[in-house]
């Protein structure tokens, strides 16, 4: 077998390989027969070596493991085996048992052995048994047979692994197959110890890294998991993985894992997004790293950034991926593909000679006063390189990205110079254009993508190309808003909205409900001076609020002119006269305590008939709740008191209320300047406000 650079070597076996390559691991829709045909030549043209059958949601790997393959599905296995083969690939076939298997029961080991038996009729010679994903608690057979869950995955392992005749490969996964799942670390974890101690030596571990998904996979944590395992580990890589997140495709190099980890790994195989096409990134660039030299030169110990590689540049990495994927996206040597490229793009279209299609008919030529026809600019090197950027890793945005949401973080902090002309204006118009153009630039690249004659790469990238052009699109009417210029139809913030407005489904409202919304983003704000969390309100915090309310009001006092302020209806809440309205209240909190409150009356009216004031109808119709908020003067970030308070607004919506309004005292200029960033608050004017008093109201 010819193989790469890295192939060759491994975990001080010597003679052994070390094996490298893909694991179809994921959950969701497994890949076509002929997507696994098409990435065997691929992997044998980089230099892979391996293939890991293994689709979570494929029936017969797990949840119907006991069942054999029909003959048709025996003549589609065996021919993907042979395809293995012939393009010197090794495929590896697993099945996942441990949904359901009894361990001590002598017929489930049986019906298992049976199973892999047929597989091997089928030609493969290399197994796998994963025990990753399943419950640890084992049934009272098990419980009596064994000592312990490890023993009894052992056990199953060691005789399928004899029965099969000792397999140069066979790969077991445990159960606690990264560091964060091992109690109470991977050192002193029992479970992991019984693996290593009775797992044959010729069964290899598969392992993720300190996590699930690793952000780094450091050289000291796989010297401690070998050693526990009494083996090296083949690393099961989830850096690429996406089936945990519909809105996320990661399109960046292979990174954060030193090339020293080499000689000291059994293998890597890498369990990528779960579309297919668009994990010519994630394969390139782990094989590029493969092929990194066995002896890199000398590196700086004072140098842990891993672009310090000596031996692997992600970036270079990544722009060789690149460079070769661009060249796929021009075949149409598939089903849809259109038959007249590449005559119809723009650079090589011709206005005299007529086109030939495929079947020799002359095409279509407008005349003089028609319709010129659609003609597509090609993609380019700049457009994949800005669509991994912004597609990049689970743990990191590209560079791209990352100036975009600093650019729009910046230009928002700064809006006031957009209409007022300050020291900044100049600097913001400035900025405000660099944003547009970047945006513009992810809608050119989504055009020359929609355009390109491969439609099996552009189909399997669609959805995510398609959330991201709508992403960029509100961010850019927001700033033309925020500029004055925006038309009503950019208005994030109308009354009536489109759908797209308002992104992410329930599965976005669920998560903008939670505290901790936000506080993972991968950009981050400045740094914060505290760490704030926000919980709903209980009957024992009324002590807390009160005492912010009188703090607050004396500070107010100090400021203002005359003595007396003026009463607002929220006072008796912020008192605790008055209860909130159920699930209608929330404290912020610091290091030091309660620091802010928000609170609601789903029913405004009791409130505001208690302090004498008349409220009319029309305006109750609008906003019949409402909410009070105050903070500490200490608390000096405002994103905190922003994600409390839209907590409060959701909770307020959930229980059916139309709107809401606020009363501030005129001279609380922090509030009345809190209220009026939020945007979704306007000053309304209702009929008997007292002469210090501001009303907002914002529509729910
Ligand atoms: C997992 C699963 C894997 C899944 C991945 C990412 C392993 C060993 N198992 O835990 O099937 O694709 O997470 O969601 O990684």
């Given amino acids: 077998m010819s193989k790469a650079g890295g192939a060759e070597r491994g975990s001080g076996a010597g003679t052994r390989r070390f094996i490298s390559g893909v694991v179809e691991g994921f959950y969701g829709r497994p890949w076509t027969m002929e997507q696994r045909t098409e990435l065997f030549k691929r992997e044998q043209k980089w230099g892979l070596n391996t293939y890991l059958y293994a689709p979570k949601d494929d029936y017969k790997h797990r949840m119907y493991w006991r069942d054999l393959y029909s003959a048709e599905e025996a003549e589609q296995l065996m021919a993907l085996i ?29 019906t298992l052995k049976r199973k892999l038996d047929q597989v091997r009729e089928f030609g493969c010679r290399s197994f796998s048994l994963l025990f990753d994903d399943i419950e640890t608690e084992m049934c009272p057979a098990d419980k009596q047979a064994f000592s312990s869950f490890a023993h009894a995955q052992v056990a199953i392992t060691n005789d399928v692994y004899q029965h099969l005749g000792e397999p140069e490969t066979f790969l077991f996964c445990p159960t606690d197959y990264c560091a964060a799942f091992c109690t109470p670390n991977v050192s002193q974890s029992s479970y992991l110890n019984t693996v290593g101690e009775k797992l044959l030596p010729g069964v290899d571990v598969l392992w993720t890294g300190p996590k699930v998904v690793s952000h780094h996979i450091s050289v000291e944590s796989i010297d401690e998991v070998s050693s526990v395992l009494r083996r090296a580990p083949v690393i099961w890589d989830n850096i690429h993985a996406n089936d945990y997140d519909p809105q996320r495709l990661f399109l960046g190099p292979y990174k954060d894992r030193p090339t020293e980890l080499i000689p000291k790994l059994k293998g890597v195989l890498t369990n990528p997004n779960c579309e297919f096409y668009p994990n010519f990134v994630a394969i390139h660039t782990l094989a590029t790293w493969c092929k990194a030299p066995a002896e890199g030169g000398q590196r700086d110990v004072e140098m842990s950034d891993e672009e310090q590689d000596l031996c692997y ?44 299609t495929d079947l020799g008919e002359a095409t279509y030529v407008p005349g003089p006063k028609e319709n010129p026809l659609y003609t597509a600019e090609p993609l380019t090197l700049e457009d994949l390189n800005l669509l991994s950027e912004l597609f990049y890793l ?35 118009c400035s900025r405000a254009q660099r944003f547009d153009d970047m945006c513009d ?29 709508s992403g960029v699109g509100l961010a850019r009417a927001y700033v033309k808003t925020l500029r004055g210029h925006g038309q009503p139809s950019d208005q994030l913030m109308n009354d009536d909205p489109e759908p797209w407005g308002f992104r992410g489904g329930l599965s976005g409202e669920f998560q903008r409900l939670l505290p901790g919304h936000g506080n993972r983003d991968l950009f981050r704000h400045p740094p914060m001076t505290a760490v704030y969390s926000i919980r709903p309100y209980c009957p024992e915090d ?25 009463e607002l209806i929220s006072d008796g809440l912020s008192a605790g006269e008055t209860s909130p309205s159920s699930q209608c209240g929330f404290v912020l909190e610091d290091e030091n305590g309660v620091c802010g409150y928000a609170l609601a009356l789903t029913d405004a009216k009791p409130a505001a008939a208690k302090v004498q004031r008349v409220i009319s109808d029309s305006v109750l119709k609008d906003f019949p709740s409402l909410v009070t908020m105050q903070l500490l003067p ?38 009345v300047d809190f209220y009026t960033k939020l945007g979704s608050f306007k000053t309304i004017k209702p009929a008997g406000l007292p002469q210090d008093v501001l009303a907002m109201g914002a529509s729910l």
Avoid at 83 to 107: C, Q, R
Avoid at 635 to 663: N, W, Y
């Fill in 634 to 671: 200490r608390v000096t970030d405002p994103a905190p008191a922003k994600r409390m308070i839209s907590s409060l607004l959701s909770s307020i919506r959930s229980s059916g209320s139309r709107g809401v309004f606020c009363e501030l005292r005129q001279d609380d200029r922090r509030m």
């Fill in 542 to 566: 009324k002590g807390e609020v009160q005492r912010i309310f009188r703090e607050m009001q004396r500070a107010g006092e100090g400021k203002a002119s005359a003595m007396t302020q003026p």
């Fill in 394 to 428: 689970p743990y990191e945005h590209g560079a791209t990205a990352r100036t975009m949401l600093q650019e729009l973080d910046w230009l928002k902090n700064h809006s006031r110079a957009a209409t007022v002309q300050t020291d900044k204006t100049a600097e913001w």
């Fill in 313 to 356: 540049s992600p970036q270079k990495a990544l722009t060789l991926a690149l460079t070769d994927w661009l060249q796929e996206f021009f075949n149409t040597d598939h089903p849809g593909g259109p038959s007249r490229h590449p005559a119809r793009l723009k650079k090589e279209a011709s206005d005299e000679e007529p086109m030939q």
């Fill in 82 to 110: 042979s395809a293995a083969k012939e393009h010197d690939v090794e495929f590896i076939y697993a099945i996942s048992p441990g949904l359901d298997i009894t361990f001590s029961n002598p017929k489930e080991v049986a």
């Fill in 441 to 469: 630039a992810v809608v050119q690249m989504f055009n020359r993508l929609s355009n390109a004659p491969n439609r099996n790469i552009l189909y399997d990238l669609y959805n995510y190309i398609c959330d991201i052009k």
